[in-house]
C-alpha cells in the first residue's frame, strides 16, 4: 500500500468512461463548447490558530478566495479535516488533492492555493489553453530549478495540477517525503545535501518537488509548466509597499508586477505566529492592505471603497473629478 492508500492504474481510461457516461453534465458552455473543470483547493488547521487574529486573517483569506471563485465561476472546496494522520500541515494538500481527483472525474485541473494567499487581481484570469500539453504548472524558472537547483526556484503556494494518471502518479511519488517521523527528518536532511540555500528542517513539499524535478527529470520535468510571466504566487515582500503606485498607474486584469494575480504571504505564521520568518506586526500590516486592496475591486462594483489600504472602513466610491473632467473633454 503507498503512503496515498491503494493505487489507481487505469485513471485516464476511467475518466474517459466517466465523461462519455455524463456528456451533459455541466463540463459544456451554453455554446456546446467543453468547458475546461478548475476547481480551487484550500484549508487549513482543524483547531482554532494559537494566535487570538489568526483564525481573523484566515477568514479574510478565504472571503477573497470566494470573492474571486464566484466572479470566475470557479468551484472551491475548503477543507479542514486531518485526511491521512502521517501527512500533516503543509504536506496535508497532497492527500487532499489525491481525494479530489478520485471523486471528481469531472474536473480537469484542481488549483491549490495556500490558506496565506490572496488573490490581488480579481480579473486576471488563468491562461489556461497555454497549458494544454502540461499537467502541472508552479509559479517558477528553469534556471533556479534545474541549473541552481535552488528550493525557492519554484514555490508550492499556488499550483494547477490536472486530473489524470500522471498527477497521481507524481503525488505517489512527492508522499513518502512528507510522512511524518524519520521519514521527513530524513527527507529534510536529503534535501539540505542536494538543494542550493536550503538547511535540514524537516522535509518540505516544495523542496521535495524541486528535488523531483531534477533528480527524475525524465519522469516529470516534461509535463510540468514553471509559470514566470505572471503572478500565479508572488512573493509579498516584494509587492506590498507598490499597491498604492499600481492603482496610480495600472489596472486589475493585467497579472504581473503591474498588479499582481496572488500575494503570498510566504513565511508569515498568522495562525502560528512564532514559527515565522517575520515580524507578526510586519505581517498583519500588509495582509490587512493586501486583503484590502483585492476588496476594493470587490466593493467597487458595488459602489463602495476603502478610503486607504489600512482601514476596513468604507465610504461611497466617487469617481474622481478630474477624470469625470478628462472623460467629458475626451467625449
Ligand atoms: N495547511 C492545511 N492544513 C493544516 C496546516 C496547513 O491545509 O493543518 C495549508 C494552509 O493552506 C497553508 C499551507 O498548508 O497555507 C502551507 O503552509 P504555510 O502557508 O504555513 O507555508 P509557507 O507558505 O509559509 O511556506
Ligand atoms: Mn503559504
Not at 508572488?234 to 498588479?259: A, C, N, Q, S
Request: proline share 4%; glycine share 6%.
Amino acid at each position: 500500500v503507498h503512503t496515498l492508500g491503494e493505487r489507481v492504474s487505469d485513471w485516464d481510461d476511467q475518466r474517459v468512461a466517466y465523461a462519455a457516461k455524463n456528456v451533459n453534465s455541466g463540463s459544456r458552455h451554453f455554446d456546446g463548447k467543453r468547458r475546461v473543470n478548475v476547481m480551487l483547493v484550500s484549508g487549513s488547521q482543524p483547531m482554532p490558530c494559537d494566535k487570538p487574529k489568526g483564525d481573523f486573517f484566515i477568514l479574510k483569506t478565504l472571503k477573497n478566495k470566494v470573492d474571486y471563485c464566484s466572479l470566475h465561476s470557479i468551484d472551491i472546496f475548503y477543507n479542514m479535516a486531518q485526511l491521512n494522520t502521517r501527512m500533516q500541515k503543509f504536506w496535508s494538500k497532497l492527500p487532499l488533492l489525491h481525494t479530489l481527483m478520485l471523486s471528481h472525474p469531472d474536473v480537469e485541473w484542481f488549483w491549490w492555493m495556500d490558506s496565506d494567499a490572496f488573490f490581488t487581481d480579481m480579473k486576471f484570469e488563468l491562461p489556461i489553453e497555454k497549458y494544454a500539453n502540461y499537467n502541472m504548472v508552479v509559479h517558477g524558472w528553469y534556471k533556479d530549478v534545474y541549473e541552481d537547483k535552488n528550493w525557492v526556484g519554484l514555490n508550492t503556494g499556488s499550483f494547477l495540477i490536472r486530473n489524470c494518471q500522471w498527477s497521481l502518479d507524481l503525488l505517489d511519488a512527492w508522499a513518502p517525503y512528507g510522512q511524518s517521523g524519520k521519514a521527513q527528518v530524513a527527507a529534510g536532511r536529503l534535501f539540505a545535501n542536494y538543494l542550493h540555500g536550503r538547511l535540514a528542517f524537516e522535509g518540505d513539499d516544495q523542496s521535495a518537488l524541486v528535488y523531483l524535478l531534477i533528480s527524475q527529470r525524465q519522469k516529470w520535468a516534461e509535463k510540468t509548466f514553471l509559470e514566470s510571466t505572471y503572478f500565479l504566487h508572488g512573493y509579498w515582500v516584494i509587492l506590498v509597499d507598490d499597491f498604492e503606485k499600481m492603482m496610480e498607474r495600472y489596472h486589475p486584469g493585467l497579472g504581473d508586477e503591474r498588479w499582481p494575480f496572488v500575494t503570498h504571504f510566504v513565511g508569515c505564521k498568522p495562525c502560528h505566529g512564532n514559527y515565522g520568518s517575520y515580524p507578526m506586526d510586519r505581517c498583519a500590516k500588509q495582509m490587512e492592505r493586501a486583503f484590502n486592496f483585492a476588496d476594493n475591486q470587490v466593493l467597487q462594483t458595488y459602489g463602495y471603497v476603502h478610503p486607504n489600504l489600512s482601514t476596513h472602513s468604507v465610504e461611497v466610491d466617487t469617481p474622481k473629478a478630474t477624470n469625470v473632467g478628462r472623460e467629458k473633454v475626451r467625449g
